[in-house]
């Protein structure tokens, strides 16, 4: 198998990311100094996923500053505080932009005595930090969820949730990675993801990237595909889970756990503990993003339906607790009772 792909780049202090909009068609990366630059960058989705989004916001807020070139330390933090109020504000399901972010804050709000010098260092580290646990724990992911696969095996995933939206191995393809890299035979069916496509362009690319046999299907296609081909489980990503279980993901997962629950399908949900949100009661109280509605009535730039017709357009789904089998997380896979067994694992 290749080496994974790297969504986020970080080097001599320089921040640039794959442009995940010209996917599958051109792969690029981009440089991202300002704020505006990473305000664009996560609005427009060219870096989504919401490990990646943690990443990327810490490592954003340490360029802004640096390319920023503040004269003191206060200014460094007004720059800082200012900035993540900003990004905060770009999209709202996602728990790990928040996550990312606060920990910044913190170490920088920390260091408020020392020198400016130290205070970028100091952050600088706290993101390298992010980044570096956010692999390790997309890799151990891919160990424990490799142990539920059968040789061979079929795995239906929506969206994308692998290395592009990650680091490394990603969250719902990390165990389809581990098990191919042991030789076990895995076919993948990838739902396209309606309306931005990130099934399509992203999981089929980043999967033949890694030479992985991968299948794409339309989303209204999945209960067909489970009902006639053999789909032995479902795996999916996860943007924030609250405390009882219940998952938001990109819209459709909802639809999808239904029919793997009628097929006695299981339904895996991959993700690290940064996605877990154990201020979060259930899922009703997770904010819901909504897009433009014209995601939907434009496609490749072609007006498909009526100037004036009313359209809804959330970005993301909640899956109920009791639809999902067990969560695969780096510390282990967590089975029902969720609330109990969260609060044990990942609590901790
Ligand atoms: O709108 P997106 O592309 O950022 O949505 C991404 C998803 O819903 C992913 O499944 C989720 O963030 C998990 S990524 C490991």
């Given at each position: 198998?290749?080496?994974?792909?790297k969504?986020?780049?970080?080097e001599?202090?320089?921040?640039?990311?794959?442009?995940?909009?010209?996917?599958?068609?051109?792969l690029?990366?981009?440089?991202?100094?300002?704020?505006?630059?990473?305000?664009?960058?996560?609005?427009?989705?060219?870096?989504?996923?919401?490990?990646?989004?943690?990443?990327?916001?810490?490592?954003a807020?340490?360029?802004?500053?640096?390319?920023?070139?503040?004269?003191?330390?206060?200014?460094?933090?007004?720059?800082?505080?200012?900035?993540?109020?900003?990004?905060k504000?770009?999209?709202?399901?996602?728990?790990?932009?928040?996550?990312?972010?606060?920990?910044?804050?913190?170490?920088?709000?920390?260091?408020f005595?020392?020198?400016?010098?130290?205070?970028?260092?100091?952050?600088?580290?706290?993101?390298?930090?992010?980044?570096?646990?956010?692999?390790?724990?997309?890799?151990?992911?891919?160990?424990?969820?490799?142990?539920?696969?059968?040789?061979?095996?079929?795995?239906?995933?929506?969206?994308?949730?692998?290395?592009?939206?990650t680091?490394?191995?990603g969250?719902?393809?990390?165990?389809?990675?581990?098990?191919?890299?042991?030789?076990?035979?895995?076919h993948?069916?990838?739902?396209?993801?309606?309306?931005?496509?990130?099934?399509?362009?992203?999981?089929?690319?980043?999967?033949?990237?890694?030479?992985?046999?991968?299948?794409?299907?339309?989303?209204?296609?999945?209960?067909h595909?489970?009902?006639?081909?053999?789909?032995?489980?479902v795996?999916?990503?996860?943007?924030?889970?609250?405390?009882?279980?219940?998952?938001?993901?990109?819209?459709?997962?909802?639809?999808?756990?239904?029919?793997?629950?009628?097929?006695?399908?299981?339904?895996?949900?991959?993700?690290?503990?940064?996605?877990?949100?154990?201020?979060?009661?259930?899922?009703?109280?997770i904010?819901?993003?909504?897009?433009?509605?014209?995601?939907?009535?434009?496609?490749?730039n072609?007006?498909?339906?009526?100037?004036?017709?009313?359209?809804?357009?959330?970005?993301?789904?909640?899956t109920?607790?009791?639809?999902?089998?067990?969560?695969?997380?780096?510390?282990?896979?967590?089975?029902?009772?969720f609330?109990?067994?969260?609060?044990?694992?990942?609590?901790?």
């Open positions: 198998m290749k080496s994974h792909l969504s986020i780049i970080w001599n202090r320089k921040l640039h990311i794959i442009d995940q909009t010209l996917l599958p068609t051109s690029t990366s981009i440089p991202i100094d300002t704020l505006e630059d990473a305000e664009e960058a996560i609005k427009l989705l060219k870096i989504r996923g919401a490990p990646a989004l943690g990443i990327f916001a810490g490592f807020l340490v360029a802004i500053v640096i390319n920023k070139k503040p004269k003191d330390i206060s200014e460094a933090i007004e720059i800082l505080n200012f900035s993540a109020s900003v990004i504000k770009t999209r709202p399901t996602a728990v790990n932009l928040f996550w990312a972010i606060d920990r910044i804050l913190k170490v920088a709000h920390g260091s005595h020392k020198s400016l010098d130290s205070l970028i260092f100091e952050i600088e580290q706290e993101a390298l930090n992010i980044y570096q646990e956010e692999i390790t724990a997309c890799k151990q992911i891919g160990i424990y969820g490799n142990t539920l696969i059968t040789n061979p095996t079929t795995v239906l995933t929506h969206c994308n949730a692998g290395a592009l939206a680091g490394e191995y969250t719902a393809l990390s165990p389809i990675y581990i098990a191919a890299e042991e030789g076990k035979k895995v993948v069916f990838a739902d396209e993801t309606r309306p931005l496509l990130q099934g399509a362009r992203l999981t089929t690319w980043e999967l033949k990237y890694a030479g992985i046999p991968v299948t794409l299907i339309c989303d209204n296609m999945a209960g595909v489970m009902k006639l081909k053999k789909v032995d489980m795996i999916i990503g996860a943007d924030r889970i609250a405390k009882n279980g219940d998952t938001a993901n990109k819209i459709g997962t909802y639809s999808l756990s239904i029919l793997a629950k009628y097929h006695g399908i299981p339904f895996y949900v991959s993700a690290p503990s940064s996605t877990f949100d154990l201020n979060t009661s259930d899922g009703t109280q904010p819901i993003e909504e897009r433009n509605p014209e995601e939907i009535s434009f496609f490749n072609k007006r498909n339906a009526p100037e004036d017709v009313l359209i809804y357009n959330p970005a993301f789904d909640i109920p607790a009791e639809n999902i089998t067990a969560f695969i997380t780096e510390k282990g896979i967590i089975y029902p009772p609330e109990e067994n969260i609060a044990n694992i990942i609590g901790k």
